[in-house]
């Protein structure tokens, strides 16, 4: 039997399934897989677990080098989700383990929540919420919002959500969305009706800043102190990404400062966030626990293609959306029979 194990994570501290359609039906009805949810919580995995599975689907916990010491049944770490900041990928392909995750899955509920929280910051939701609770109804003339109309998008990261978000945001009337992301050109921007600029322009001249990139060496703390100083006061900055994509340090100050019109954020430099945040004392940011996307057709779309990609190993093909292609033909020579 081909075996699966599925991180504690996707149940309850009772052992009920927090995602009622996450795609096992696919998982029911191939008589060669079995499956199970872990024992226990960990992170990072231990290589005693990881050496009972042919493949995992994975949730939030982390994989270092040393869980993968002595694992030599494992095939694939298939990541519910697209970002894989806690998997040592070049740990994996050492191990001669795939690693996958569930590109595009997330696309549609990510662009949807950056314009929640888009249209939350100009409209000032959450003060006129507190308006009406407090009985301050008569200081209502002191919270006038704006529209999205006419205002300048950016986005930092212009793969499958960035595109989605576009889209999504023409109906609004905009003006014309920038784009910094170093992986496309010119001519592929203009065919998606972007405008290609490098970073400087991009913050000092959109009205929304929009995150999408991944974290990585190269992304970390790519927005710091001295990029702040070139957003408008009135911008809104919204990471929906990763936290440490913008330093924090250097965000709070602006936001202290009122340098920036404020912040939304879905991700923290460090997660659980802190009681003692500085982020809970201002009014002028918005946050979520890492969920402001989740939605139930959400799980279901990344679940069906987690758990497609399983179907796939185990019937020895090749899965889709593989991050370390380049160890494929060895993979296939030693691991798949």
């Known amino acids: ?40 919580w960990e992170s990072p995995l231990q290589a005693g677990t990881l050496q009972q599975y042919d493949a995992i689907i994975s949730l939030a916990p982390a994989y270092t080098a040393e869980s993968f010491i002595g694992v030599t049944r494992l095939k ?13 990928v070049n740990a994996c392909s050492r191990a001669n383990v795939i690693v996958t995750i569930t590109k595009g899955a997330v696309n549609y509920s990510v662009a949807e929540a950056i314009i929640t929280w888009m249209l939350a910051l100009c409209h000032k939701l959450v003060a006129k919420d507190k308006l009406v609770r407090q009985g301050k109804w008569q200081e209502r003339n002191q919270y006038t919002g704006s529209e999205l109309r006419s205002r300048t998008p950016g986005i930092i990261g212009f793969g499958g959500i960035g595109s989605r978000l576009t889209q999504m945001l023409k109906a609004f009337h905009m003006n014309q969305p920038l784009v910094y992301d ?86 923290f430099e460090d997660e659980p966030v802190a009681s ?57 020579s030693e691991k798949i029979k």
Request: hydrophobic share 40%; aromatic share 8%; with cysteine.
């Open 1 to 40: 039997m081909f075996k699966v194990g599925l991180t504690r994570d996707f149940l309850t501290p009772e052992g009920i399934l927090t995602y009622k359609d996450m795609g096992l039906d696919i998982l029911d009805n191939i008589k060669e897989i079995e499956y199970e949810f872990l024992e226990k």
């Open 76 to 88: 694939a770490i298939c990541r519910f989700g697209v970002g894989y900041d806690m998997v040592d």
């Open 182 to 267: 170093p992986y496309i050109d010119e001519a592929k921007a203009s065919e998606l009706g972007v405008r290609k600029v490098d970073m400087h322009t991009l913050l000092q001249s959109s009205d929304f800043i929009s995150i999408n990139c991944p974290l990585t060496p190269e992304t970390k703390n790519m927005i710091d102190e001295k990029e702040l100083m070139l957003v408008k006061e009135s911008a809104f900055i919204i990471n929906t990404a990763r936290g440490g994509i913008v330093n924090e340090r250097a965000l709070i100050k602006a936001l202290s400062n009122n340098r920036i019109g404020g912040y939304a954020t879905d991700v």
């Open 276 to 332: 003692n945040h500085p982020f809970f004392k201002m009014d002028n940011v918005l946050l979520a626990p890492h969920c402001i996307a989740w939605t139930q057709e959400l799980f279901r779309e990344i679940g069906r293609m987690a758990c497609t990609q399983v179907a796939q190993i185990a019937q020895g093909k090749t899965p889709d959306h593989i991050l370390n292609a380049d160890i494929l033909d060895k993979w296939h």
